[in-house]
C-alpha cells in the first residue's frame, strides 16, 4: 500500500484541537484527539493522543502509519515559507492570498494563525522517519524545490 500525503491533507479537516475524519465504511465518526506536552512523540496508535509536530504533515504521517501504509510519499511540502519572523507568534494575516500554501484561501485574509517552527517540524519529521524505519517502512518526498531534507527525496516523474 501507497498513500501520498498530498491526499490525506486534503481529507482531514483541521479544528484547533482535533481532527475529524467520517469513516463510511464503518458508519462512524472518529475524532483524533491531541497530546500536548513539551516535546511532540510519534503516535502509531491513533485511538491514543497525537501530537503536531507543529504542521499538519506530520499529524498526517501518523494517521498513514496508523493504517498501515508501508510507503508514503510526500508532494507539496515546500518546508519554506513567504513570511519570516518569530515561529509561533499569532497574526492577523493582510495578505490578499497565501503564498505559503497550497491553495491561496488555505489562511484567508483576516484571520488569526501562528508562524510556523520549521525546526519543530523537522525535529517531528526525524521522528516519523526513524519510526517508519524501525518498522521496515518509508516516507518519501517527491516535492519539487522543496526545502526540507529530512526525507530521501525522489524524482516527481518517477512515481507511477
Given at each position: 500500500?501507497?498513500?501520498?500525503?498530498?491526499?490525506?491533507?486534503?481529507?482531514?479537516?483541521?479544528?484547533?484541537?482535533?481532527?475529524?475524519?467520517?469513516?463510511?465504511?464503518?458508519?462512524?465518526?472518529?475524532?483524533?484527539?491531541?497530546?500536548?506536552?513539551?516535546?511532540?512523540?510519534?503516535?502509531?496508535?491513533?485511538?491514543?493522543?497525537?501530537?503536531t509536530g507543529g504542521t499538519?504533515?506530520?499529524?498526517?504521517?501518523?494517521?498513514?502509519?496508523?493504517?498501515?501504509?508501508?510507503?508514503?510519499?510526500?508532494?507539496?511540502?515546500?518546508?519554506?515559507?513567504?513570511?519570516?519572523?518569530?515561529?509561533?507568534?499569532?497574526?492577523?494575516?493582510?495578505?490578499?492570498?497565501?503564498?505559503?500554501?497550497?491553495?491561496?484561501?488555505?489562511?484567508?485574509?483576516?484571520?488569526?494563525?501562528?508562524?510556523?517552527?520549521?525546526?519543530?517540524?523537522?525535529?517531528?519529521?526525524?521522528?516519523?522517519?526513524?519510526?517508519?524505519?524501525n518498522d521496515g517502512r518509508?516516507?518519501?518526498?517527491?516535492?519539487?524545490?522543496?526545502?526540507?531534507?529530512?526525507?530521501?527525496?525522489?524524482?516527481?516523474?518517477?512515481?507511477?
Open positions: 500500500m501507497k498513500v501520498l500525503v498530498y491526499d490525506l491533507i486534503f481529507f482531514i479537516r483541521i479544528y484547533y484541537c482535533f481532527y475529524y475524519f467520517n469513516n463510511t465504511s464503518q458508519g462512524s465518526t472518529h475524532y483524533l484527539r491531541f497530546g500536548f506536552g513539551i516535546t511532540d512523540h510519534f503516535q502509531s496508535d491513533i485511538t491514543q493522543s497525537m501530537y499538519v504533515t506530520f499529524a498526517t504521517l501518523q494517521l498513514a502509519y496508523y493504517m498501515g501504509f508501508k510507503e508514503v510519499i510526500i508532494i507539496g511540502m515546500d518546508h519554506n515559507f513567504v513570511e519570516k519572523g518569530r515561529p509561533n507568534k499569532t497574526e492577523i494575516r493582510t495578505a490578499d492570498k497565501d503564498e505559503s500554501h497550497c491553495h491561496p484561501d488555505y489562511f484567508p485574509k483576516g484571520i488569526k494563525w501562528q508562524l510556523p517552527n520549521l525546526y519543530r517540524s523537522e525535529i517531528a519529521y526525524a521522528l516519523a522517519r526513524k519510526a517508519f524505519e518509508r516516507i518519501l518526498d517527491a516535492t519539487i524545490g522543496g526545502k526540507c531534507e529530512v526525507f530521501k527525496k525522489i524524482n516527481f516523474n518517477s512515481i507511477n
